[in-house]
């Protein structure tokens, strides 16, 4: 599976953005797909995820309210609207996908293919 992440920009604080994350390539019956950002010098952290059905989503406290993930089966993308952007939401993002059947895990290691990462920077 490849992943392609784009969308990221340079906002204001309030501002939106709608990232994307087209798939290609075969995937599995089931898997989940999920953003994660990274600061410079921070592990990488759990955004939004959601399972390839649409049934379950999973979103980290500190978006919830904010961010809205859904899925595009048909065009196989992944998006990750973002509202109400805040200074602290600076950082590269990356989509991730799973392989196979595991739930919406909020760490790394599950996610086996990775997309190349899109910044995002909201200014005060």
């Keep these: ?9 340079l906002v204001q604080a309030g501002a939106s953005l709608r990232l994307s994350c087209a ?5 599995f019956s089931n898997y989940a797909v999920a953003w994660f950002r990274q600061v410079p010098g921070k592990d990488r952290e759990f955004v939004a995820g959601i399972t390839n059905s649409g049934g379950s989503m999973r979103y980290a406290d500190s978006v919830k309210g904010r961010f809205t993930i859904s899925g595009d089966n048909v065009k196989k993308t992944v998006d990750l609207q973002m509202n109400s952007l805040e200074p602290e939401d600076t950082a590269v993002y990356y989509c991730a996908a799973t392989r196979g059947s595991i739930g919406i895990p909020i760490f790394t290691t599950p996610y086996a293919d990775w997309g190349q990462g899109t910044e995002v920077t909201v200014s005060s």
């Design 23 to 27: 798939r290609s390539g075969r995937a």
């Design 1 to 9: 599976v490849q992943l392609q992440a784009s969308g990221g920009g």
